[in-house]
């Protein structure tokens, strides 16, 4: 699979682009064509990323929007928030998705990196009014080499009235791994970068009073080669639309080709790009839609999550009694997200049941359900699961600190000495409460640091007056100072209670 990869600061066309009703031949405006900025304000885009993968299709869509604020002498502060991109893979027509090495095609959610403290964390450039960069802030990546969206949108305009431009530069190409399958929580990872030269020409193909069109065509090749070709190219042409009355691009539209090569390897990626300044009513009818969509999402989540019926519950129970593994799998599912009116003794105990089975993701799904659905009646056997060490161990603890069963405090009190347990045996611990505040204590004396700073903090919520004279200790003479500040931040906390 392709590593995406994006590259900041250039200006993007497409591949092979159509175009019709301008011009056979350039247009030289009247004069120099510039860009408004004190009545921009706030601009809402319509964005759309088309990549064909060969089986499938990937398009990353969203509404981004574009603050403008007016500065001295025609320039502008242009700025975006973080790009939030949903994205949705479609299969071919005719394409099996079960092949070996084909993932499950699921929709992204949309793409946000978690944000770093104290950081800016969208993109702003400060631009004269010819679109020319003074200055810049922050980033917003496209992926395949599309490069950061403002200067994609914002074309840089020649000093005169021309009829043509060209540009030739240096720069580089922001190679970064995300993995066969994407993590939305996981920001991009930056694996290196890749010298590039690009060139860029544009023409004036069509003019109006209230509009112009700009036909641009670009090759970006990498200086690093493979089999004497570079290694990553990105090539094609494409159009702007400007609104000469706002001074705003109106429409930006590119079809392109990303072209990767590596040794024994060589990938061909169309890309379609288009971009579309949003009016009132297009925002107005976006915005409906939204809600639309929500409401419905909103009541599907509710449907899911009400309590079975009479007649849906005694064919649930079936299901989970007939011994039939596929069949109890699908009612655990749907029991997974219901919220029952009562206890109900049954279903509860016909869900245990399947927490000895050999089938690691029904005892997974099963303990996950009795979050819903377990009584202390289970708590037997949800012990007895979270002695292993798989998902449903770590299920069962979570189900055990919701029912605040004092005897799973030991084994998650050992627990905390794992560091891939310590988040969630931790988490269950504080669940449990005061019940598990005694075994908790005697982790103040534990020889990892680490198990003594999360007692601390876990009796920092739970803990009561009893482990007041061992978090005092530890305050006073801890070796690690962070341990240390928990303990006194724990007894202080304990005291305000």
Request: charged share 25%.
């Amino acid at each position: 699979m392709l590593t995406p990869v994006t590259h900041a600061g250039i200006l993007l066309t497409g591949l092979v682009f159509a175009v019709t009703g301008f011009a056979a031949e350039p247009v030289t405006p009247p004069a120099p064509l510039r860009y408004t900025w004190a009545q921009a304000g706030k601009l809402a885009y319509a964005l759309e990323i088309e990549i064909d993968h060969g089986d499938e299709i990937e398009t990353q869509k969203g509404t981004v929007f574009v603050s403008v604020t007016p500065g001295e002498e025609g320039q502008a502060l242009v700025s975006i928030p973080p790009l939030r991109l949903g994205s949705q893979r479609t299969l071919k027509p005719g394409r099996n998705p079960l092949v070996p090495g084909f993932g499950p095609l699921v929709p992204r959610m949309p793409v946000l990196g978690p944000p770093e403290i104290g950081a800016f964390n969208g993109h702003e450039l400060k631009m004269d009014a010819r679109g020319r960069v003074i200055s810049e802030r922050g980033e917003a990546q496209l992926p395949f080499a599309l490069g950061a969206l403002l200067p994609l949108l914002f074309q840089p305009l020649p000093e005169a009235a021309e009829a043509r431009w060209q540009r030739t530069q240096e720069t580089a190409i922001r190679v970064t791994a995300d993995g066969p399958f994407r993590n939305p929580f996981r920001a991009e990872t930056e694996t290196g970068r890749l010298n590039a030269e690009e060139v860029t020409a544009c023409e004036v193909r069509a003019l109006t009073d209230t509009r112009v069109n700009l036909v641009r065509t670009y090759v970006l090749k990498t200086v690093q080669t493979v089999g004497g070709e570079p290694a990553m190219e990105l090539s094609g042409a494409g159009t702007i639309a400007l609104d000469r009355v706002r001074g705003m691009p109106a429409e930006v539209t590119y079809a392109l080709r990303f072209h990767e090569r590596a040794e024994n390897r060589e990938q061909r990626y169309p890309i379609r790009f288009s971009c579309k300044l949003l009016n009132e009513a297009d925002l107005k009818q976006q915005e409906e839609q939204a809600k639309a969509a929500l409401g419905a999402a909103k009541a599907a989540a509710e449907a899911r999550r009400a309590p079975p019926t009479p007649p849906e519950r005694d064919a649930l129970l079936t299901e989970l009694q007939s011994g039939d593994k596929e069949r109890a799998r699908r009612a655990i599912n749907t029991l997974q997200h219901k919220q029952p009116e009562k206890p109900d003794a049954a279903i509860a105990a016909a869900i245990a049941g399947w927490l000895g089975d050999a089938d690691t993701f029904i005892r997974q799904q099963a303990a996950e359900a009795l979050a819903n659905w377990g009584t202390a009646a289970e708590a037997p056997a949800l012990l007895k699961a979270l002695e292993g060490s798989g998902f449903d161990a770590r299920a069962a603890g979570r189900v055990l600190g919701k029912l605040k069963e004092k005897r799973a405090a030991p084994v998650l009190a050992a627990k905390l000495a794992d560091m891939s347990w310590r988040f969630e045996a931790a988490a269950a611990l504080t669940a449990i409460g005061t019940p598990a505040e005694g075994v908790v204590a005697k982790l103040l004396k534990d020889k990892d640091w680490g198990v003594r700073l999360e007692a601390c903090r876990i009796l920092q919520q739970v803990g009561s007056k009893d482990s007041l004279k061992a978090l005092d200790a530890v305050a006073a003479s801890d070796d690690n100072p962070l341990v240390k500040q928990t303990a006194a931040a724990a007894a202080q906390a304990i005291r305000a209670r």
